[in-house]
């Protein structure tokens, strides 16, 4: 995703700077009846900042996900899990491949909480009951991080 996002960004701004730079330079020459010919470098400028838009914004999503993740690493209390399922996630597909997500449950002050990981690409290596450890904030349960170990997966 984030080759994406900066794909996304890096052709959105080019994009919309010469689309500007075209409309700034037609500008300058352009009589008051002439507007017609500003439509499409403006048109063109507005398709690059709305992928430059996109870019961004999957590029922040990214960036706070990481920093939540080293604030839940750094900061939450790092409890045990043990694995109950694992389930394939329908809703996305890549290279005609769902990930996987894995629901492990832990007693976290005298009752049972599931949390459930992220999405796992490749295959796994884990089997029901395993332990994995699972950050998290005591402040607000529903702030966690289930850690999947980098060997437990095959690519």
């Given at each position: 995703m984030k080759l994406?996002?900066?794909?996304?960004?890096?052709?959105?701004?080019?994009?919309?700077?010469v689309g500007l730079a075209i409309v700034y330079l037609l500008e300058i020459e352009l009589?008051?009846?002439?507007?017609?010919?500003?439509?499409?470098?403006?048109?063109?400028?507005?398709?690059?900042?709305?992928?430059a838009l996109i870019g961004g914004g999957i590029l922040l999503s990214q960036r706070r996900e990481r920093m939540r993740k080293e604030l839940l690493m750094r900061t939450g209390r790092k409890i045990e899990a043990r694995i109950i399922d694992f389930k394939m996630n329908t809703s996305?597909?890549?290279?005609?491949?769902?990930?996987?997500?894995?629901?492990c449950t832990a007693n976290v002050s005298g009752?049972?909480?599931?949390?459930?990981?992220?999405?796992?690409?490749?295959?796994?290596l884990l089997n029901l009951g395993d332990k994995v450890d699972v950050f998290l904030d005591f402040r607000n349960y529903d702030n966690y991080w289930v850690e999947i170990p980098a060997d437990a997966v095959r690519k």
């Open positions: 994406l996002g900066s794909i996304f960004f890096v052709l959105g701004t080019l994009f919309l700077f009589d008051a009846m002439q507007w017609e010919v500003l439509i499409g470098p403006a048109i063109f400028a507005f398709i690059g900042l709305i992928f996305i597909k890549v290279n005609n491949r769902h990930p996987y997500k894995i629901t009752k049972d909480r599931e949390f459930v990981s992220g999405n796992i690409f490749g295959s796994l």
